[in-house]
């Protein structure tokens, strides 16, 4: 048998050299193939490479029942330049954000592949009269359904209880709103910026499953990104700063959330260690310089923060207030502006999660730049039946 | 091993009837499948667009080549006649009735480096379908079209 310790060993150091994203919107006029063209056109381009040079592709996007198209990844798969080559789909929920640059990863640091293109898609505009048509369906038929669960009522508790466990106030938590939201400014891809947000306007914003409020979620919306991974040799031939792929991890709690630890994701944090682990990181709060946590309600950004071991369970709120995750803060958190600023089509928020660390670890951040020298950054993403969560460590050497 | 019960009657197991459906789905044609139709409805025409470099033609037309992510731009008439690469002869419909007469759908190559395009034979008795066929497509009245796959009401040996 081999041993444990020597399956989590890579046998080939992986980099990002190009990602591209599309503008994340309701966009009616492009077909999702369109979409996923333009984005891992652009990945290409940034890399200086063409289809040519890609080895496999991956595809993530959510279930078919959003686009209305069974068997959803081979219809991308044109868009994605998948065809003739190796190719998969993944999805796991708002998780495979990250998780398409995991399996992209291993399929290159297995040495199977030298170059891979990892193409994510969403649009969840196809779906009347609303994406929620799709998300009734991920319940229990029988135990859950008949109720009506809706997403947002069922965050909502969620996030009540880990305000009351750690006693963490409202208007800190709504602070990551406006913060993600002034972020996101920046962002040529942004469908949700905002330079006056201010507190009063979250606090203000209309109930809809309280505490939830409307501007504490991410709105829906249709979009593309894709980031190009090689093994180091090919990446220094491609450029002088390529930012290496140093830890992976990925967990999922039990399918009854009702069982779960609704304060605490403690799959968040298995996932964080196998991810350190492997990167050689002891002591996150001192190695990681960047953070881009999942952000799809603003409370999940701070839970998600505590998880990743950079702050303390109920502290990421009071280094909310403390201005600790502001862009030019200790630890920017979500420079991107993140789900919340940028929006959520679901697996393409692979843009401002591995792509974001890509560009700001490479110093291509434009007016997001960190001031820091950021060198080590995480990225994190989360879904299925909010149990699932992907970690990457990404670091410029 | 409950594999093995001795339940027979689907009204015996407590079970809840239900679907997966959304009122329904807006699929859009996209930024050259738009062009597409409406030279089909307003022009009566077929596009295509072609990849300089790897010589393929797409009908209908793509924003980008899938041979090698070049973006397509130039937009070609493919005109309306084709010949048959492929076909069959269907009998019977979805639930097993028969079709009197039967239908015929078949492949059509506009040329040499053109994407095949599926659509139905009209006036063709399937005795007479073979491949390397010559057909043209037989277009709605321009009033009656609509910008959809249907204008072409079939296609029809010449």
Redesign the interface.
């Known amino acids: 048998m081999i041993p444990k310790s020597d399956l989590r060993k890579p046998r080939r150091d992986v980099a990002v050299v190009g990602a591209g994203m599309t503008v994340f919107a309701r966009r ?4 999702g ?2 979409m996923a ?1 333009e984005a ?2 652009q990945a ?1 381009d940034q890399a200086g490479l ?3 040079d890609v080895d496999a592709v991956i595809v993530g996007t959510a279930p078919d ?1 959003f ?2 198209v069974h068997k959803k990844g081979e219809w991308l798969l ?2 994605a ?1 998948g ?2 080559k190796p190719f998969m789909r993944v999805f796991t929920g708002g998780g495979t954000a990250v998780m398409t640059p995991i399996v992209g990863w291993w399929h290159v640091a297995s040495g199977l592949f030298d170059t891979v293109l990892v193409v994510n898609e969403e649009k969840m ?5 609303h994406a929620q ?2 998300f009734a ?1 991920i319940w229990d ?2 135990l859950d ?2 109720l009506k669960p809706n997403l947002v009522w069922i965050f909502a508790m969620e996030m009540q209880r880990y305000m009351w466990t750690y006693n963490v106030r409202y208007e800190d938590i709504a602070l990551v709103a406006v913060k993600n939201k002034r972020n996101a400014v920046g962002h040529p891809c942004a469908q949700l910026a905002d330079p006056d947000i201010t507190l009063e306007d979250v606090l203000n914003s209309e109930p809809l499953a309280l505490p939830v409020r409307r501007l504490d979620i991410s709105p829906p919306s249709d979009g593309a990104a894709a980031v190009v991974l090689t093994r180091e040799e090919i990446a220094y031939e491609l450029t002088d700063a390529p930012v290496f792929i140093e830890g992976v991890g990925w967990c999922i709690d039990t399918t009854m959330w009702t069982n779960r630890d609704l304060a605490f994701p403690k799959f968040v944090a298995r996932a964080a260690k196998m991810a350190y682990d492997m990167a050689g990181i002891k002591d996150p709060r001192k190695e990681i310089d960047i953070a881009e946590p999942y952000d799809p309600f603003d409370y999940k950004e701070l839970q998600h923060l505590e998880a990743l071991g950079l702050a303390e369970p109920g502290e990421a709120a009071i280094l909310t207030r403390e201005g600790k995750t502001q862009r030019d803060g200790e630890l920017p958190v979500c420079p991107s502006g993140g789900l919340l600023g940028v929006g959520n089509p679901i697996a393409a928020t692979l843009g401002i999660k591995i792509g974001e660390l890509y560009w700001q670890l490479s110093r291509q951040a434009g007016p997001r730049q960190v001031k820091k020298d950021a060198r080590t950054g995480v990225a994190q993403a989360w879904g299925d039946l909010m149990q699932f969560s992907s970690v990457v460590v990404m670091r410029r050497r | 091993m409950a594999f093995f019960e001795p339940m027979q009657k689907a009204t015996e197991p407590r079970h ?1 009837l ?1 679907d ?1 459906e ?13 062009r597409f139709f409406e030279a089909l409805r307003d022009e009566g025409k077929l596009l295509g667009s072609r990849c300089e470099r790897c010589d393929w033609t797409y009908v209908p037309p ?3 080549c ?4 070049a ?1 397509l731009k130039e937009l070609r008439d493919v005109g309306l006649r084709g010949r048959v690469k492929a076909f069959t002869v269907v009998y019977v419909n979805k639930q097993g009735e028969p079709l009197d007469p039967p239908e015929v759908f078949a492949l059509i190559e506009f040329g040499p480096n053109i994407t095949p395009f599926l659509h139905k034979l009209g006036d063709a008795p399937p005795e007479r379908v073979h491949v390397g066929m010559v057909v043209e497509a037989v277009l709605k009245p321009p009033a009656e079209r609509e910008g959809k796959i249907t204008d072409i009401r079939y296609f029809r040996p010449i």
């Open positions: 009616l006029q492009e077909t193939k369109e063209w891992a056109k290409l063409t289809l040519d029942a686009d209305g044109d868009g330049g065809s003739g505009s196809s779906v009347r009269p048509s799709a369906h038929p029988i359904r008949p | 809840w239900g997966m959304a009122d329904h789905y807006f699929y859009g044609a996209g930024v050259m499948g738009q793509r924003l980008y899938e041979r090698c992510f973006e």
